[in-house]
């Protein structure tokens, strides 16, 4: 079972994974505000939510974690490195999670932050904002590294098939999905052969706004999502 | 599938669990000087091992993490207080991870460390050195307290079911398991309605020697069991 979520005032996707053998589910990236629509899922589709696996602390919007967590008692997962130590499950380049017949491989791809990962799951993975469609995630803020985010992509991502489906953070046009090979081969910034050299300046000329949520979001999702 | 192995140097209990289903498995406290023994029992068994997991970091003797972490890829376990943030996945109280038809669910007993988790699964409890057959680890090093023990095993341990079969990480007389039951009852520390005052007393007058092997044990353990 697999659904995707949008929610539109951050153009955060989130995606419900789910085991149909066991009806043990996992939630990547939920936000705060659609939590219900996220419970109203899971009761109709007859399924316990496991685990809420974040690719990273988000600067644009607030986690719906610790709700989840109150509400259903399902557990947190995060970067070891990602500094929310409020979560329940700290993981690492390399781990698998297994949820019934599901098994999610963590691999750890900084650049964006330092503590982002994807999620790889069969034939998707879960790029948070490391690799977005035909682009990428900033790298100015929360310990970003252009050149860091560069070799994450090529070594944890683009090796994987071609056909591997990609699922990103976001999308601010409207698009659902991409493929490894269409973004190995035609994303604007790191597709198209560009070198690790070009791209770092490339996102150094960047002229980006500070975002405008992230004095409460931060310290928000540092804690899981818990506003104080 | 189910195996207990014991090392007699230090008297150390280690746990084979398997999922017959997906031949997924994980090993409980495993010694460094047995690794061959576990290695043989896998393959005999047609396993593969998904995580080692540690009750705590241990003063007594080398933990294997490392050794199957290189030789068969596993991930290494422990609760995220241990202080050993060589490990691939810090848990928490109240994580369960699923490994096939497994589900194990991790109870924080801190008070013979400050970083000891005992093992959920099915109806079996794996205690470490919290719970002890007839006994308890005792609370004098590694941010041991007394009174954090007896309420760790009084909340967690003495809460499941009187029939759940306790493990433990040790035995110095050739008993293999207890039940939880018969040590809520007449556990010589612990059973027979002992107070928590009482209880501390007691601790606080063992004469115990300086652990030979912690100054050894200790800072490998910290790093998963690499030997520097």
């Known amino acids: 079972m697999f659904k995707q979520f949008f929610e539109p005032e951050s153009s955060t996707y989130t995606y419900l994974l789910g085991c ?13 505000s659609e939590v219900d629509t996220y419970i109203a899922e899971l009761e109709s589709t007859g399924c316990k939510l496991v685990y809420t696996m974040e690719t990273h602390v988000h600067a644009d919007h607030v986690t719906g974690a610790d709700l989840l967590r109150q509400r259903l008692g399902s557990k947190s997962v995060v970067h070891r490195d990602a500094g929310a130590m409020c979560a329940d499950l700290l993981v690492t380049d390399g781990v698998h999670l297994i949820v019934g017949t599901l098994d999610i491989e963590v691999r750890h791809t900084p650049g964006h932050t330092n503590g982002c990962v994807s999620y790889v799951c069969g034939d998707k993975v879960f790029t948070g904002d490391a690799l977005l ?10 310990m970003g590294n252009a050149g860091q985010l560069y070799d994450s992509i090529h070594q944890k991502i683009f090796t ?12 601010y046009h409207g698009r659902l999905h991409s493929t490894v090979g269409q973004e190995r081969l035609h994303n604007q910034r790191l597709g198209r052969g560009r070198s690790r050299e070009d791209f770092i300046a490339l996102m150094s000329e960047l002229k980006l706004s500070y975002p405008g949520k992230i004095d409460i979001a931060l310290p928000a999702n540092q804690a899981c999502g818990r506003l104080s």
Do not use: E, N, S
């Not at 469609?133 to 929360?142: L, N, S, V, W, Y």
């Not at 994987?160 to 999308?171: A, E, M, S």
């Open 20 to 32: 149909d053998k066991t009806r043990l589910a996992v939630l990547i990236d939920p936000v705060a």
């Open 133 to 142: 469609i035909d682009g990428c995630g900033r790298t100015d803020f929360q």
């Open 160 to 171: 994987l098939p071609d056909d591997t489906k990609v699922y990103p953070g976001h999308d």
